[in-house]
């Protein structure tokens, strides 16, 4: 499979700034998406990040607030923006290789707002 | 669109025991049911899936079993050991997307030695 690389692994930042995760895969592939996995929870589909063209949003997520650039096939990266301690979340990006294929995940950066 | 329900959240059981972990979703259209692993801060990792074509899977001790009139799926890991203790979460396709994922909200699954 894929091996997908976050960067930065973890920050603390302070509220009202903005960060940028960034997402490398070293191979291309067809699909990459963002997920949100707040503490002890789950994991909540953020936007499917499309390669030259806008991401698609899920439902309670918005482009103003978490901006998403995807300029070719193997690299994506997400904004947090006007972070609040709220957003304070471990965020993961995954790639899919090709149709039908399984989904893997990078390690998530840890953000911390205080 | 479509909804997951994992049961139970906590699961304790002896090295050895079997461990299983349900799952039900709502949109009869899914056709793919991936089970992932998550060691504490690491990533989700896939330990295995199930096409909607197929009633069950197997992968050494690990296996998914899936019931598309009931709408659920479970998995199935056998001979416990402490290195399984671990969150696992379940997945089917949000609406409208394979790929999209839609996750359960997960097991918390103690192996005791």
């Known amino acids: 499979s894929a091996v997908i690389s976050q960067k930065p692994s973890r920050d603390i930042c302070q509220r009202g700034t903005s960060l940028t995760i960034q997402c490398q895969v070293d191979?291309?592939?067809?699909?990459m998406f963002w997920y949100r996995q707040q503490p002890g929870q789950s994991l909540t589909l953020i936007a499917t990040a499309n390669q030259g063209s806008e991401a698609t949003y899920e439902s309670g997520f918005v482009i103003d607030k978490f901006p998403i650039s995807r300029p070719n096939l193997t690299f994506s990266t997400l904004t947090v923006s006007n972070m609040s301690p709220e957003d304070s979340s471990i965020y993961l990006c995954?790639?899919?290789?090709?149709?039908?294929?399984?989904?893997?995940f990078g390690d998530g950066t840890r953000l911390s707002i205080l | 669109g479509e909804n997951v329900e994992q049961h139970p959240s906590t699961l304790s059981v002896q090295e050895g025991d079997s461990a299983v972990i349900k799952c039900t979703y709502s949109d009869s259209a899914s056709n793919y049911f991936p089970w992932y692993k998550q060691e504490l801060g690491k990533r989700p990792q896939l330990i295995i899936d199930?096409?909607?074509?197929?009633g069950e899977k197997k992968d050494q001790r690990i296996a998914v079993t899936l019931n598309k009139t009931a709408k659920h799926f479970s998995l199935h890991i056998t001979e416990t050991q402490p290195e399984d203790s671990a969150v696992y979460f379940c997945?089917?396709?949000?609406?409208?997307?394979?790929?999209?994922?839609?996750f359960g909200a997960g097991t918390r699954l103690a192996v005791h030695p």
């Open positions: 199930i096409r909607s074509n197929v």
């Open positions: 997945a089917a396709p949000l609406s409208g997307g394979y790929n999209k994922l839609i």
């Open positions: 191979s291309q592939v067809t699909m």
């Open positions: 995954s790639a899919v290789t090709g149709a039908h294929q399984p989904q893997h």
